[in-house]
């Protein structure tokens, strides 16, 4: 079965003219699906019309399975798939909005030493509509609707890594921008990457002004390795000449997440190499405490010695500041989320 938020309003159109419905029940349809409204209750659509299209497609592919709320308001969610996967997002209240936290991927390949993503390996990567419908179900559960959205901010920060499911990833920030759809703007989006270069040079190309996001964790070729897999392949020196390219071609500046790790990269030595690597192009470092996971070793560093580290960096002339931790009491703050609620019930609300 086809799932409808694969397609912009133009292909559904193109669809739809397949199995001979007109133009306009297209659009009524799809209006539907942008407010994550399942066939059944499509009340415009005439009976014969919703029983067709159940047989052939898929309009809401990601539905709410569980909420758990933090203590400071951030809420998660368990993303129940049309195939029984399921995702988890988080949605964070600011003061210029509500940002949620989508997922890519069920799982993540890439191996980084702190994450739970991670743990048990790639299960699959997410469609376009299957991110995008973590969107449009986190708004509908909020109130908001598609001309006064409740999620106002978006960043691919979930579960997976973005650029290993590049083409995906590259239509939902299509789908999410349009008119026709949320019209989401591409500077309130940010994407995250722990530095797949080639993709990164790629993206660049295609001059989407979203926030690029790069996971560094370390500024010493050798100490990344022993944080991030990734980076037996790509060293410092090629992700910083990336993340200038990037800066190049859209003059979004680009921002560095950097996850202390007590007795790894939290040294005076690593502040100074850090100021060294990120001289010469706009960017901003944001320094991001160590949250916990229970089958992870590392530690993370403690406050004072954080706010230290910080303070060594300003000195330096980086731009940087400590990012506030939410939702940790759910296991929604950064590196927590993984892909270990898979259950055979089929409830969803």
Known sequence: MKILLDMNLAEIVEEFALINLPKYKAKQVYNWVLRGVDFDEMTDVDKKTRA???????AVPAKIHTKLVSKDKTQKYLFKLHDGNVIEGVLMNYKYGNTLCVSTQIGC???CKFCASTLNGLVRSLTPGEILSQVITANAENGGTIDK????NIVLMGSGEPFDNYDNVVKFLNLVNSEDSLNVSYRNISLSTCGLVPEMKKFADLEIPVNLTISLHSPVNERRKEIMPIANKYSVEEIISAAKYYFDKTKRRVIFEYTLIEGQNDTRK???NLAKV???????LNLIRLNPVKERSFRATKNDKAQEF??????M???????RQMGVDINGACGQLRNNYLENENTTR
Do not use: P
Not at 52 to 58: D, F, H, Q, R, T
Not at 149 to 152: G, L, N
Not at 310 to 315: G, Q, Y
């Open 317 to 323: 002339n980086v731009s940087a500041t400590i990012r």
């Open 278 to 284: 990120l001289r010469g192009f706009s960017n901003h």
């Open 52 to 58: 067709l299209l159940k047989e052939k497609y898929i």
């Open 149 to 152: 959205r409740q999620v106002t």
């Open 270 to 272: 690593d502040a100074e």
């Open 109 to 111: 390949r890439m191996g």
């Open 310 to 315: 910080l303070k060594m960096l300003e000195e």
